[in-house]
């Protein structure tokens, strides 16, 4: 695995805007965990699912409808994935433990595993952001070249069009394959995963297990097997393509920089929480409709410095933040839109897939 290590500084940026932070939620008299609006759209979100899960077994729709459902079905669960799922599982969710690991579970009713993805993401993407080698989001496998340090190959000319297609399969991927990869290799890209104890092996199987009873067996005994294959896909789509496009919008974009790791020791010239700066990007600052959707993950740049701070409250800290990046002479990156973010990404995605 690449050793990767971040340069301690004495002017520590991180130090400074903690103690900013920290004085905001004294001053304001807040807990860091989530509030009675997280928990209401928890409260709303999860039977929510559950109710346009029934019915959509229940129901018999034509084709457009019953498309419509199914699209609606799959936003619900990546609503539930952005706001709740994200929250509970860098525990910031709620201030009792058993709260955030039981919403952290809704990850295993989407067909992920949620101790596999906590290493996934809490460790390997937010610790080595955007460092090759290191970083499991920017490895999405030999299609998608997401910075120069990956070999190009000339199929990558057309990657900012294709890579929509490969979003959109990115859940069916990890249900049907990452997840096992990962747990049999005891490894996230190149980073192992030191222990799996009982508990954990017992829940990857059963919910596994319970995945395919309510996603595949189930629906398939109620509708038939063409009816599940077209609303399963586009459930996978919508997820899979909305989840992807909101995490590349925080890192793969122009504003952002990125490193890599080789087989020797590498040392990232800033402390940590500078080189999250330097590669995470805001977009849609102060939009309060793409905040509520998406789990206020349209605020990286605060979610990179705080994760267990609940996204409730980036909005807020924003500014905080903004102010100890001007303080330090550092990059504040963020797109005033959803839009601009998005076109950013595929000129980006459109500049790697050409020869250099
Ligand atoms: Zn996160």
Known sequence: MPKVTFKNSNASFYQSVKKAVDAYFKTENLKKTGNWKLYLKAAISIPAAIGIYLFLLLGHYNWIPGVLVAAFFGLTLV??????????????????KWVNNMMGMTMNALGSDAFIWKIKHNIVHHTYTNIDRVDDDIANGPL?????????MPIHRFQFLYMFVLYGVSTLSWVAGTDFIRYFRKKIHNTPINKINVEQHFIFWSSKLLYIFFYVFLPIHLLGWLPWLIGFLIVHFTMGLTLSVVFQLAHIVEKTTFDVAGEAPKQIDTEWAIHEIRTTSNFAPGNKIVSWFVGGLNYQVEHH???????????????IVREQCALFGLPYNYYPSTGQALYSHVRLMKKLGRRN
């Open 305 to 319: 410095l705080f994760p267990q701070i609940s996204h409730v409250h980036y909005m807020a800290l924003s500014k």
């Open 79 to 96: 609503y539930i994935a952005f706001n709740v799922m994200h929250d509970a599982c860098h525990n910031s969710f709620s201030e009792k």
């Open 144 to 152: 998608l070249r997401e910075c120069t340090t990956q070999k190009w």
